[in-house]
């Protein structure tokens, strides 16, 4: 059994990076911008600041390739004889039910994963990211595939690209919502969250639906960089599990739950 300071993990979006290293029994998460100057460096810091030893063997999950390149740079720069581990889809022990396996997000099934060990199946599981995923695994506790609409900043992002008159949006830590929009900001930050919030309520009726069960007999598992500014506005019953991907990460490599 590897040492917690032996160890960090790491899940690599497209908007951010996430590390990870488990404390007196605690998974301890910090999160990086790639827009944030020296992020690698940052992340790569993290666990030592935390024990005060480097880590000798680094578990990532990515969906984005350029980041994960960049990534294993600076921890070989750091620490030439570390460890990494990519974790790849044959490592994760879900059977899936999907046209093409191997290209499923990682991020998705290793999210799949963790969730049907914790929670009682059927599932829904709601990634808020740069992309929304919103994904299904049956009572089978099978991965059976899910839907993907665009994110917060994706959204506002193509309105104020493809239009002349809509401005820029800049989300924060906490958004207020107004019916009707009383100026144009209001208007489309307004419209984005419950948008979004009405997709996923909807999208929750139509799974059970299609599994012979009502809403509420659905456990809807909400995670992901933006859960916190949508879910206060959703009406179906779920659960908020921050930090998915990391702790899957550390399950693989401990064999028990954190």
């Not at 299609?210 to 960089?225: D, K, L, V, Y």
Request: hydrophobic residues 40%; contains cysteine; glycine residues 6%.
């Amino acid at each position: 059994m590897k040492r917690d300071c032996d160890l960090a993990v790491v899940d690599i979006g497209n908007t951010s990076v996430k590390v990870a290293t488990m404390m007196d029994c605690e998974l301890l998460v910090h999160t990086v911008g790639h827009r944030e100057k020296d992020w690698e460096n940052e992340v790569v810091a993290f666990p030592k600041s935390l024990h005060g030893t480097r880590p000798t063997h680094w578990t990532i999950a990515s969906v984005n390739q350029k980041r994960a390149s960049a990534l294993e740079k600076s921890i070989l720069a750091e620490n030439p004889n570390a460890y990494i581990r990519w974790i790849k889809h044959h490592d994760v022990p879900m059977n899936t039910c999907v046209d093409e396996p191997t290209k499923l997000g990682i991020d998705r099934l290793l999210s799949g994963f963790i969730a049907s060990n914790r929670y009682p199946t059927p599932l829904v599981i709601v990634s808020f990211g740069t992309a929304v995923t919103v994904d299904w695994v049956g009572i089978d506790k099978i991965f059976a595939g899910g839907l993907i609409i665009p994110g917060l900043q994706l959204q506002s992002d193509s309105l104020s690209l493809r239009t002349e008159a809509l401005p820029e949006l800049q989300w924060g830590e906490t958004e207020t919502i107004s019916i009707p929009g009383t100026n144009t900001l209001s208007a489309i930050r307004s419209g984005i969250i419950l948008g979004l919030a009405s997709a996923i309520d909807g999208f929750v009726i139509r799974y059970a639906q299609q599994s012979h069960r009502s809403p509420p007999e659905i456990n809807t598992i909400i995670t992901g960089g933006d859960a916190e500014t949508i879910t206060p506005h959703l009406k179906c019953r779920h659960q908020y599990a921050p930090h998915l991907v990391c702790h899957a990460l550390m399950m693989l490599e401990k064999g028990d739950e954190t």
